[in-house]
């Protein structure tokens, strides 16, 4: 894997599912400024109240459905459909994360932390091929981040320490 950031600012981004797991991952999307599509016949009620900053394809997936995307997101539940989604979008070079099976997928999402400092923002992002040994890195990181021998103190906020597997 590279590790790479990406502008979604704008940019079609696809989550193919509509559960808990689709639900994290179009948060972040959406934070990150992405114009966010979910194709599922149903909605989990996280995704359900996030209703009027996305757009809902109440259907499962087919063809046409990443048509324009920058970036797919598919996590069903059903293997079988997941790798469909992946297949259809690299044939069609778009960066697909498959949420059940990472390494059949043509991208990753990291463990990843944002601490907001006086100076702005400091994001870390591990990734390890492991999702829990990605989390315990990125918290020993965070926990040793000499953010003051850069000038960039902690803001005295709550939640400023923001985490994402």
């Not at 797919?72 to 293997?79: Q, R």
């Amino acid at each position: 894997m590279f590790p790479l950031a990406l502008d979604l600012a704008g940019r079609r981004v696809v989550a193919v599912g509509g559960g808990p797991v689709s639900a994290r991952r179009v948060r972040d999307f959406l934070a990150a400024g992405a114009d966010v599509h979910v194709v599922s016949p149903e909605l989990c009620p996280e995704l359900e109240a996030m209703l009027g900053d996305l757009t809902w394809h109440p259907h499962r997936y087919r063809d046409g459905d990443l048509t324009g995307a920058w970036l797919v997101h598919t996590a069903t539940g059903d293997p079988l459909a997941d790798a469909r989604v992946a297949a259809a979008a690299a044939e069609s070079r778009i960066w697909c994360v498959n949420a059940g099976r990472a390494h059949r997928g043509t991208a990753a999402v990291p463990a990843r932390a944002t601490v907001e400092t006086h100076a702005g923002r400091v994001t870390v992002a591990v990734t390890s091929g492991d999702p829990r040994r990605s989390m315990a890195v990125r918290d020993w990181l965070v926990g040793r981040l000499p953010l003051a021998r850069f000038g960039l103190l902690p803001r005295p906020r709550r939640g400023s320490l923001r985490k994402s597997a």
